[in-house]
């Protein structure tokens, strides 16, 4: 089932901010424990004056990226008054002078991994320059640091138009995010909840007192196949039992796309949303275990819904990087007719209907 494909995690405290700390780490794997990655570091961006996010000029040339830092006027004499210091995830640059050092530039975490050991920098003019190798000369950097813009201009080369569907709980939670996530993508925002009510032209509510919550999910399977060959959308999927997210059989064509859990939690940090999350995939309760990435959100507030969202591209990120080939796959998985054999996806004519789900012919 999708819940043993790796998949990440994001664990996002309660009104975050762009200070606050979010803790990354990613989904146990049931299957290969040692494909579990340990807690990345803190996502933390900033500047500080006397520098501003106006100063420095970043450019991206295929395995080399460089990164131009004004400092005309510091009283900056050699690159004694310097300090770089860069791993593979992070990079601080320090103005050292008498008294207290002064941080020009931190970012934490830059937009992907360096090659920390291959950095060179130097003073040309008044200008800083560092030049970077990437470990993956593939990935094209919008931007030095991981943020909200970076991401959203990033994930389009990694999605490739694949669609996105928000899962859990709560409606209104899937519905906001959503929003969110279409307007940074450019994608095209779906509610299943509007569309099953333009349909039916009855709410939701009504359909679900009149006809109970099994017609509701049917309703909304139906809606999720016809929409399932679409592109460079993101679906914002009914919560609750009457939601076709929260049955294991109506997963076939919630498949089509990258499905994010919005799972909200009682946990205060990240090593308790950790073991939660050991805890609901190895229990299996919930179909919504079946998605590939889950956040986990500790409280909720619509005006930090852009936050979330944030959350979201970060861990699908992570998990496309970890198989580019995700992308082309869940496009596979749709030509063929989303039979509902994902991960595994069997050969063109298997016929789920059949006995063991035979290959028809044969």
Known sequence: MAATAAAALRFVPPNPTPKKTVHSFSKPNLVSSSRFSLPLPPCKCSFTA????????????????ELRLHIGGMGIISTKDISVNADDTSLDITL????????????????????????????DDDQLVVSFKKHDPDLKWPDIMESWESLAAGSSQLLKGTSIYLVGHSTEINQKVAQELATGLGYTPLSTQELLESYSNQTVDSWLLAEGS????????????????????????LGGRQGAAGRSDKWRHLYAGFTVWLSQTEASDE?????????????????YTNSDVVVK???????????????????????????????????????????????NIKPPGWDPSSEGGKTLGT
């Open 297 to 343: 959100l500790q409280g909720w507030d619509p005006a930090y819904a852009k936050s979330v969202a944030q959350g979201c591209l970060r861990a699908l990120k992570q998990l496309i990087l970890s198989d580019k080939k995700l992308p082309g796959k869940k496009g596979l998985y749709i030509r063929l007719g989303c039979r509902g054999d994902w991960p």
């Open 96 to 123: 050292l002078r008498s008294g207290s050092p002064i941080t020009l530039i931190q970012t934490n975490p830059l937009f992907d991994r360096i090659k920390p050991s291959e950095t060179i920098w130097y003073i």
């Open 214 to 237: 099994d017609s509701v999910a049917e309703g909304e399977g139906a809606v999720l196949e016809s929409i399932s060959c679409h592109v460079r959308t993101v679906v914002a999927t």
């Open 271 to 287: 090593d308790s949303a950790k073991e939660e999350a050991h805890r609901n995939v190895k229990d299996g309760i919930t179909a």
């Open 50 to 65: 006397p520098l501003s996010t106006t100063t420095y000029q970043f450019s991206d040339a295929a395995s080399e990226m």
